[in-house]
């Protein structure tokens, strides 16, 4: 299983976008990019995925350069409401492996 | 509306007597896990099953067996529970949809091993 590297944690002000990176130097072709939230005493909630270039959803952009080594999970406008846990995962099938994630800090 | 359920939401127990951990979901979905998350920890995946009576070891199964009769259940026992157990334990499901391997987690169980 590919291994991921985050930072621990990162602060923020309120209405800023937030980018986080993720290197996964050893993800393997079939391998997806898959992020997740996790707030205080809740269960992971999912983000995004993607295998390439740029996804969009409705809360979240996830950008993958060329080589795939690595992703950038950005958050338009946050707000207090998205200070949580952000975990990067890596895989090819239904299992999923948790890091330590990052922990996000918004500041009013 | 689908959901996925856990009980009991909390559970203390005495070292060396068997517990069981209820996962039921109503998605449908084939594929179930398990994981516990101790403090300051990610996820860590004990068992999982990607059906009726298929049933995997994670990372950390040691300790902890599951069963798989019907597509909606996975219970986790905990067989003669130790202090080393005491975390907070997660079951999530998914189903294959196009590319997407989400899954949808439960509220989690907290277990005390005294």
């Known amino acids: 299983l590919a291994k991921t590297t985050q930072p621990i944690s990162m602060d923020s002000y309120e209405g800023q976008e937030v980018n986080i990176t993720c290197s996964h130097n050893n993800i393997a072709t079939n391998d997806y990019i898959t992020w997740y939230q996790q707030f205080p005493s809740q269960g992971p909630r999912f983000i995004i995925q993607g295998y390439k270039t740029k996804v969009t959803n409705e809360v979240a952009s996830l950008f993958i350069p060329a080589d795939r080594k690595s992703s950038t999970l950005s958050l338009p406008r946050v707000s207090l409401s998205d200070t949580a846990v952000y975990y990067c995962l890596v895989g090819g099938d239904e299992k999923l492996t948790f890091g330590t994630g990052t922990r996000l800090t918004i500041i009013p | 509306d689908a959901e996925i359920t856990q009980s009991p939401r909390h559970k203390i127990t005495e070292t060396g007597r068997q517990v069981t951990l209820a996962c039921h979901q109503t998605?449908?979905?084939?594929?179930m896990f398990w994981y516990r998350q101790d403090l300051g920890h990610g996820l860590r995946l004990i068992h999982y099953?990607?059906?009726?009576?298929?049933?995997n070891k994670g990372e950390v199964s040691d300790g902890y067996s599951v069963s798989r009769s019907n597509t909606e259940d996975l219970p986790l026992t905990l067989e003669s529970a130790a202090s080393s157990q005491t975390s907070v334990y997660f079951c999530?499901?998914?189903?294959?949809?196009?590319?997407?391997?989400?899954?949808?987690f439960g509220p989690g169980t907290r277990l005390t091993v005294t």
């Open positions: 998605w449908n979905h084939n594929n």
């Open positions: 999530a499901s998914s189903g294959l949809a196009g590319n997407s391997y989400e899954q949808y």
């Open positions: 099953s990607y059906g009726v009576h298929d049933t």
